[in-house]
C-alpha cells in the first residue's frame, strides 16, 4: 500500500491550494479515504472523509466546512483536497490515509503554509 500526497505550499491568507493523493496497491475504489493534518505542537485532526466507490457521501472538520470539498478519482487512483479562503489557522501537515483490514496506512505527508 502506497499513498502519496503533492501540492503542498506556501500561500497567503485568502488563498487556495489543491492536495492530490496518489493510491496504489490496494483496490482503490473499495476504500473510504480520509484526510488529516497535524500543526506543529498539535495532535493529527481529521479534515476529511470521502466513501468508497461513487463517493457519495463526504464529511468535514466543523472548521473547513464550506471551504475544503474532498473528492475521488477511480480511474486514477487518486483522492483531492480543494482548500480555498485558507486562513493561518489551516498550516499543519496534510496526511491522506486509508484503513484496510483493520490497519490503517498513511502517506508521508504534504506542507501546507499559510502565510502573508
Known amino acids: 500500500v502506497r499513498l502519496v500526497e503533492s501540492g503542498g505550499g506556501l500561500v497567503q491568507p485568502g488563498g487556495s491550494l489543491t492536495l492530490s493523493c496518489a493510491a496504489s496497491g490496494f483496490t482503490f475504489y473499495r476504500n473510504a479515504m480520509r484526510w488529516y493534518r497535524q500543526a506543529p505542537g498539535k495532535e493529527r485532526e481529521l479534515v476529511a472523509f470521502i466513501t468508497n466507490a461513487g463517493g457519495n457521501y463526504q464529511d468535514y472538520l466543523n472548521s473547513v466546512k464550506g471551504r475544503f470539498t474532498i473528492s475521488r478519482d477511480n480511474a486514477k487512483n487518486t483522492i483531492y483536497l480543494q482548500m480555498r479562503s485558507l486562513n493561518v489557522e489551516d498550516t499543519a501537515k496534510y496526511y491522506c490515509?486509508?484503513?484496510?483490514?483493520?490497519?490503517?496506512?498513511w502517506g508521508q505527508g504534504t506542507q501546507v503554509t499559510v502565510s502573508s
Open positions: 490515509q486509508t484503513t484496510i483490514s483493520g490497519t490503517q496506512y
